[in-house]
């Protein structure tokens, strides 16, 4: 059975809504907000080499698929590896090496099959519908010391959405992000 992790830029209070670019009024805020500091990426980096497969919702598709492929340098891996995008309205993706999957049935029948892991960015809605089918196995979260308020979070706030994680990574930086990368208990 292949690990499925869930990786996303967080802040404090779980917004994960456009952390690069996008609609949301705050949109931008990891790079606008908190100072670079190159280490706090590691984890990135290390996503892209061990990670098998990608998989993504329809709205993080729109928003990655015309500006990766772009980005040779910098996600060698990522545009090379099979990708997957959940959606029941998605036809012939032009992204190199994208499948469909029309539910979340087939991602639980993608993550029985023989490989690596797979590594989910973004997709809020998707993230949550994997955490309660009990798909996720791990979360990779940078937390940015940011409050945004408003705007789409990576857990739901249900009275029945408890989950147990075990901490088994982490490091604080200088620019006051945080890496946890978390096991979920089951």
């Not at 500091?37 to 990608?54: C, D, N, P």
């Not at 147990?164 to 978390?182: M, P, Q, R, T």
Request: hydrophobic share 40%; charged share 20%; aromatic share 10%.
């Amino acid at each position: 059975m292949r690990q499925l992790i869930v990786t996303e830029f967080i802040s404090l209070d779980g917004v994960i809504d456009s952390p690069g670019n996008g609609p949301y009024p705050h949109a931008g805020w990891t790079f606008k907000n908190v100072p670079f500091v190159a280490e706090a990426y590691e984890i990135k980096g290390r996503e892209q080499v061990e990670a098998t497969a990608m998989l993504m919702g329809r709205v993080s598709y729109d928003e990655f698929a015309p500006v990766w492929p772009s980005m040779t340098d910098e996600f060698p891996q990522y545009n090379a590896m099979p990708k997957y995008v959940v959606s029941t309205t998605l036809e012939n993706p032009e992204w190199n090496n994208t499948s469909v999957l029309r539910s979340i049935d087939d991602v639980a029948a993608l993550k029985q099959g023989d490989g690596g892991p797979i590594i989910v960015h973004g997709s809020a809605t998707l993230a949550k519908g994997l955490a309660a089918a009990g798909l996720v196995d791990r979360y990779h979260l940078l937390i940015f010391p940011l409050l945004l308020g408003a705007g789409r979070r990576l857990f739901d706030d249900t009275a029945d959405a408890m989950q147990k994680l075990d901490l088994v990574e982490h490091e604080v930086y200088s620019n006051g992000i945080i890496k946890a990368v978390y096991d979920v208990v089951r």
